[in-house]
């Protein structure tokens, strides 16, 4: 830590290594929803790094060990069901929207019908 003038600065490992297990575990979790975190870890197991070419640790394929082997392993493991689910809300995504044009049309063709008085 470091005072200059009346401010105080902390180093962030500082600050990670003064929480307690508790604290550590609700800052992880709080963090690991960030869109840029899941961003760069989805990097290190697409692509092998992160956009600055950073990694965590990695192991053999065949007896994986680290979490980012360790995760890369568990979504392969699952890719059809990731896929499955992804392709099952598009479907759905796709349903609604068709339902909503067709709605609207419904409704355009209804005005029209009734300004030509038919």
């Known amino acids: 830590m470091k005072i200059k003038g009346l401010e105080i600065t902390i180093s ?27 961003k760069n870890v989805t990097d290190q197991i697409v692509h092998l790094t992160t956009d600055n070419g950073s990694h965590g640790s990695v192991t053999s394929k065949a007896s994986p060990s680290t979490p980012l082997s360790l995760a890369t392993q568990e979504i392969a ?14 479907k759905r995504e ?17 005005l029209q019908s009734e300004i030509r008085g038919y």
Do not use: M, P
Request: charged share 40%; aromatic share 6%; net charge negative.
């Open 12 to 38: 962030h490992w500082d600050f990670v290594e003064s929480l307690s297990e508790e604290e550590k575990t609700d800052l992880i979790d709080a963090l690991s929803c960030e869109d840029d975190i899941i």
């Open 77 to 90: 493991k699952n890719s059809s069901k990731i896929a499955t689910r992804e392709i099952k809300g598009l």
């Open 94 to 110: 796709v349903k609604l929207a068709r339902e909503s044009a067709q709605e609207a049309w419904d409704k355009y063709h209804k």
